[in-house]
């Protein structure tokens, strides 16, 4: 996938240059997993694929809590309609 709704994706190239910082390709909207966002932020953060294999997951709290302290205006969480956590978000009013 290279755009979403017509913009172009900004993603890690695998590579870094001389300072060790990583190269992103041009694009409109960052596109990252949740382990490689961590200690950065965003305006706007969509987390995506919250499922009951993420809730299976050891540590499925501290890497949602991780996954929501980036967004510095909105958040949003796109949770699949059977996954467990619905109903733990729903009654928190999220």
Not at 34 to 46: S, T
Request: neutral net charge; charged residues 25%.
């Amino acid at each position: 996938m290279s755009q979403i709704a017509k913009l172009p994706l900004r993603r890690f190239t695998g590579e870094y240059d001389l300072f060790g910082n990583q190269v992103l390709t041009d694009g409109k909207i960052r596109l990252d997993s949740l382990y490689r966002f961590k200690g950065q932020q965003g305006a706007a953060v969509v987390v995506v694929e919250l499922d009951d294999e993420f809730a299976s997951h050891d540590d499925w709290q501290r890497a949602l809590f991780t996954a929501m302290t980036r967004a510095t205006v909105r958040l949003e969480l796109l949770v699949h309609e059977s996954c467990r956590l619905r109903g733990t978000f729903a009654a928190a009013g999220v």
